[in-house]
Structure formats: C-alpha cells, structure tokens
C-alpha cells in the first residue's frame, strides 16, 4: 500500500527560520509561494528581471527578486519553471548558489528523473506536487481545506529531506487532504503516461476522430461540436465526482448499453498495445530525448503541429459556439 501523510505528520517547524525561494510565479509558483507566507513561512519570489509576473508577486504582498538573488539568500529553492528550460536555468543560475545542506526542490521529477539537473551530494534533494492545477491548490488553502500532493525524496543529505517535504506539503494545505509517498521515477513516468495516451493527446485525439467521422458523414459540424466536444464536461465532471459507476447512473439506459458495446470497439486490443509502447518510449528515455532536442532547436515541430491543431474545423466551429456561452466569457 502507498503511505499516505496527513497533517499529524508534518510539521512546520522544520521550516520555520528558513528562507525559501519559489522560482516562478505562473500556475505553482503564485500558488505556492502565497500559501506558504500565509502559513507564516519566509518566502522569496525568484523571477527575471523583465518578467511582466514581477509587479504582480509585489501587488500580492511577496518579496520578489531575480533568480539569482532569490537562491543566494534560500535554504530551501523550489523550481517552478517551465520544465524545458529548468536544466539551462540550473546551471547559469541555480548551481552556483547551492551551499551545504541547503536544499532543491520541484513539483515535477522530469529534469531530475532523466538527468537534466545532475545535483552536487551536499543538498537534500525532493519533491512536493500537488495533483492539482495551481489555481485550485491556492483555493482550496484560502478555504481552509488543501488538495491531496505527492512526495519523493531523491537525495536525503542532511538527514531531514523527508521531514522538510511533509512540512511544505503542509505550507501549501497539501497534508489537509493526504499526500501520498512515490519516487521521481514514478511520478515522472505516470504524469507523463497520463497526459500523452488519456488526458491530453488520448482525449484531444478522441474529441477530432469523433467530430471528424460526424462532419465526414454530412452532419452539422455545429452538431458534431456539441456531441463530441462540448458534452464531454458534463461527463467527466460526473465520473470526476462518482467514478465510471456515477457517470453510467446519470446517463440513459441507451448510453449506457452503448458504451458497454462500442467502447471496448474504439479502444482496441490495438490501442492497448501502442499505449505498452508508449510507456516504453517513457521509460527508456526517448521521450524525454526528442523534447529535449526539440527545445534545443526552439521546438519547430511544437509550433508547426500548435498552428496546424489550431486551423482544425472544431476550433473555428468551437469558437464561434462558445460566443452563445455567456458564462465562457470572462476570460
Ligand atoms: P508556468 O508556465 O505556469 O509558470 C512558469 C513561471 O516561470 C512563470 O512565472 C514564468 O514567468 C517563469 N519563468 C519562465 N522562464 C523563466 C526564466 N528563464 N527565468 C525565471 N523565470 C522564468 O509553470 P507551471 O506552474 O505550470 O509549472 C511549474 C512546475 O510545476 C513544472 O515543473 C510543472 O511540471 C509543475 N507542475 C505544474 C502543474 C500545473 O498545474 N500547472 C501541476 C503539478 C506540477 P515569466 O514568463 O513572467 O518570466
Ligand atoms: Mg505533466
Ligand atoms: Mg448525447
């Protein structure tokens, strides 16, 4: 069985007299970095100098300094970059602030896991991840409750790694709801399994097969758009709340029967297997290479695929549907 922490087992103490930087303030990083300071811990905002974020952390009540600066002063840096650019960043301006027993810290083990950042023996290295968006994290600490986190220890060199990562996950609400123990090569391998065969390239995929072989047959792509694409929040919002079993409840008998009987015919024996594959790419690294490459080249295939994704049918039919979705419009 995975351990699970809850409050009772951090303590806050561990950090209290530290200075911890957050470096970046996007989707974690303000998360993060507020509630922390809300539960009475020293925090240092780490961002470039030119970042339009900068002013932003300020008008949030946070001290803000450049990378650089934010880890000099730090015993504990937490990384919230983008993953792509985290190892150039480690080098010219993490590393050369790493002193003895201070400690590196990420929401992701994707750099560590494959070698990206390689860290000197004399700091404790780990991992705290929410399993959740920032914005959520950040609002479900406001409302006094957390959502349920990760954590790993790579490197224990001070004796404390473990001690310090519940006491964070705790800054952040995490162990209000339970956070569960793993490694950074399994939260590495599973987060990215997840989001390339289900959540994001399994799910996309999914949503154009469907609206692709509706308009194909001479349906309204309007139609198409509703069944396909816009539909599908109101089923994972019910498996989200229930699992399969509330989704299958609140739908028709009808639905119900047909999922039991197409389902297993578009997700194959076939699919299966290129899923086996796909973990294997993960695994022995070759993901992780070909992104690694792309970025080095400034990721002409990322953009080309982005433009060619956004010309797709759905989204000029998508956009001009969600204009009749009043409550879509805030953003
Ligand atoms: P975002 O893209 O939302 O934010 C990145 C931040 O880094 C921004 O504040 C950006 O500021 C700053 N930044 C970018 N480049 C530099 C640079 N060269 N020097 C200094 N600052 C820079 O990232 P996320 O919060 O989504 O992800 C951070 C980490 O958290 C990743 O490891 C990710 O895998 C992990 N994670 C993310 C989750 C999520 O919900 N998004 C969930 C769990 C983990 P600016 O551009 O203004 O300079
Ligand atoms: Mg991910
Ligand atoms: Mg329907």
Redesign the pocket.
Known sequence: MVRVYYDADANLEFLKGKKIAV?????????QAQSLRDSGLDVVV???K?????AKAEADGLQVA??PEACAQADIIQ?????E??G??YAE?IEPYLADGKALM???G??IHFGQIVPPKYVDVFLV?????????RRMYEEGKGVPGLVAVYQDYTGKAKDLALAYAKGIGCTKAGVFETTFQEETET?LFGEQAVLCGGVSELIKAGFDTLVEAGYAPEMAYFECLHELKLIVDLIYEGGLSRMRYSVSNTAEYGDYMVGPRIITEETREEMRRVLQEIQDGTFARNWMLENQVNAPQLNAIRKMEAEHPIEKVGAELRKMMPWLQKK
């Open positions: 470096l970046g303030y996007g989707s974690q990083g303000h998360a780490g961002l470039r030119d970042s339009a974020r900068w450049t990378v990384v919230l970059l983008p993953d650019i985290q150039r960043v301006e990420f929401s992701h994707f750099n991840a929410p399993k959740s968006p920032g914005h959520l994290v987060d």
